[in-house]
């Protein structure tokens, strides 16, 4: 019989019926199998070149597999919601290419409005008017942008918008929080989330003391760390980025209290207020997380989605604020690709997918069937795990939970997380390969690939 991550015909599914239970003493358990046989050959292969060649062998570190052990898959194509490898084997996917992969991969339409743009050309290094309809669609969906400038990156987006907040306040220190990952900036990187905690790395090496000593940390969901960074630098903070639901040291979900009294103290103490939605910006609402919890920031960073799969970030806020930037005032930041065709047409199209009626109702239904029916198998075998979703973005821990801040995601079982995913990669499932990181799901994944990946976990579960 071929094996479940063997050579498949596109578009058939590689898993097979639920196993069936047996019977030990008076409690019903399910009979556990010898994992299916993945094969990664020529990953391997791929990989072992690759690391004399870029560093570590990939071009963003947790790409490597280093928390989870073995070698990482190498991609070969990938199509609605699902990816392939290499060595022919086909993965249902929840990493989406971390996020931007919402309306599905190489979506049909996207693509053709792509294929239409490359012929126009594909760099201007010039105004054109996608950036216009792009700029207005997001003015029309977030809250708190009235004027937007276009990067090519996350971290390009949120660099910027710390230069911005010590531009217009003239202020030096920031706020942020332990565990929240706003790209790879001198001042992120202390404390930080994503690859940062996933390789055990508590800070960089290369970031000036002093630029550090101006990254000021607080405790997530604790508004009085808040308060006591503020009154021992009273008139000193410049203001305070967070993302308002964290994705970069798993999935953490913020109280409405902590958002509102953020939202609260930087107006009583004149900072500005920035909610860093590269990761939840049109992922979670239509108008990003910021519209879902009612709360509206000064400042707000975007990525990911917004670029449709092509590389994009943004930045955007309060016209007074955003006409401190170039050239229109002072404070400098420029960029020879920002607002190219290619990465607008992304984006442009995939907005307009998001904006259809139902799309947003459908991610939350089908991805809080997937997180409930993962959590359920994980304690039908008697592992402790936490977790949850909002919309389209979820995640869990091993422990009991619950887990409202970075430090309570420390007490989850990584080692565990490590063997959970190998045995998903077996059944042809691809997962995060960290425990700190969210989960994406995506218009393009059907109660077929939730009922198939919930079976997954039940056999994963048991053989853990």
Known sequence: MQSLNSKTVQGQRPFTAQRPRTVRGSVSVRAVAAPPRLITKRSEEIFKEAQELLPGGVNSPVRA???????????????????????????????????????????????????????????????????????????????????VRFVSSGTEACLSVLRLMRAYTGREKIIKFTGCYHGHADSFLVKAGSGVITLGLPDSPGVPKSTAAATLTATYNNLESVKELFAANKGEIAGVILEPVVGNSGFIVPTKEFLQGLREICTAEGAVLCFDEVMTGFRIAKGCAQEYFGITPDLTTMGKVIGGGLPVGA?????????????????????????????????????????????????????KRLIDGIMAAAKEHGHDITGGNISGMFGFFFCKGPVSCFEDALAADTAKFARFHRAMLEEGVYLAPSQFEAGFTGLAHTDADVDATIAAARRAFARI
């Open 65 to 147: 597999f280093r928390s989870v052990g073995g070698g990482p898959i190498v991609f070969d194509r990938v199509k609605g919601a699902y990816c392939y490898d290499v060595d022919g084997n086909k993965y249902i996917d929840y990493v989406g290419s971390w996020g931007p992969a919402i309306v599905g991969h190489a979506d049909d339409e996207v693509n053709a409005a792509l294929k239409a743009q490359i012929d126009k050309g594909t760099s201007f290094g010039a105004p054109c008017e996608l950036e216009n309809v792009l700029a207005k669609m997001v003015i029309d969906r977030v809250p708190s942008v009235e004027m």
């Open 315 to 367: 930045y955007g806020g309060k016209k007074e604020i955003m006409k401190m930037v170039a050239p229109a005032g002072p404070m400098y930041q420029a960029g020879t690709l920002s607002g190219n065709p290619m990465a607008m047409t992304a984006g442009i199209k995939t907005l307009e997918i998001l904006g259809r009626p139902g799309a947003y109702e459908y991610l939350e239904k089908i991805t």
